[in-house]
């Protein structure tokens, strides 16, 4: 086991480009008992060290000792990942849908996302299209109070202090503009790729509607105005039959049913009145 957990080592270390001194710095040990511990010259590797080259390297410790050859962390403290206690909270607890959260993850434009949301929170960017709309203020002022002088080209100057005044921008519109733009484009892509349910939903209603409407017509050709609601309201209740309800059900369906037609505008006629 010394020899995997060296082997381990050495290549993580050399993939850094760190020497035995600097790696053995960082973790806490002295430098030859570190080349012992990469020469598999130990007994073992106690669990602190261990712990310490796990969460230098961000690796799990199974992949340090050779039982797996996957180096990611399997559980991470919620320190190291950032998580207030909260958030840590509603992902154990399940009130977030963890499922959605991990595609929001996964995507590989979520992080810009994140990126942009915190400019907005922050006024990063707004900072700056407040400066410029204050500049604009400035020159429409310089401009009018330049008009004052110039009785001839006064009404052009006017009009081009009010354009310069146009070319304002709400400090956060742009970014908001972004943002939603760069949510909706991960939405359809989590859609696209979670795929759809509802063809299979639209073939199930298409064929009830066709049971239905054999059941009003019984094989005729009848047009749909002499259909009265009673006709309907059966119909709908023997394709409620064919799906297995039990009898009382029916019966609370069929009187539901009646009721929501009869409270209608012209519930209480038929089709031949």
């Not at 190291?80 to 959605?100: E, F, H, I, K, P």
């Not at 996302?113 to 407040?130: E, N």
Request: zero cysteines.
């Amino acid at each position: 086991m010394s020899e995997a957990i060296g082997r381990r080592i050495t290549g993580l270390r050399e993939r850094r480009d760190m020497t035995l001194e600097e790696l053995a710095a960082k973790i806490g040990v002295n430098a030859t008992t570190l080349g012992r511990m990469e020469k598999g010259q130990t007994q073992k590797v106690g669990s602190d060290v261990l712990t310490a080259l796990a969460r230098e390297f961000q690796v799990s410790a199974d992949y340090l000792l050779g039982l797996t050859d996957i180096p990611d962390r399997k559980n991470y403290e919620i320190g190291a990942l950032g998580l207030s206690d909260q958030a840590a909270r509603n992902l154990y607890t399940g009130r977030v849908n963890t499922d959605v959260v991990n595609r929001l993850l996964e995507h590989p434009k979520f992080s810009l996302l994140t990126a942009m949301i915190a400019q907005y929170l922050d006024d990063t960017f707004a900072a700056g299209v407040a400066a410029q709309n204050e500049l604009f203020d400035a020159m429409s002022d310089i401009l009018l109070s330049t008009g004052q002088s110039d009785s001839g080209q006064r009404a052009a100057i006017k009009e081009a202090a009010r354009t310069v005044k146009l070319s304002k921008t709400p400090p956060h519109q742009v970014e908001l503009a972004k943002i939603q733009n760069t949510f909706m484009t991960i939405l359809k892509e989590l859609k696209r790729d979670a795929g759809s349910s509802l063809e299979p939903v639209k073939a199930a209603t298409s064929e009830i509607v066709g049971q239905m409407m054999a059941e009003l017509t019984k094989g005729q050709d009848v047009p749909l105005t002499a259909i009265t609601p009673e006709q309907i309201v059966d119909a709908i209740v023997h394709t409620a039959y064919s799906a297995g309800l039990n009898a009382e059900g029916l019966a609370a369906l069929r009187g539901g049913l009646l009721s929501a037609f009869e409270s209608l505008p012209g519930g209480g006629d038929t089709g031949d009145s």
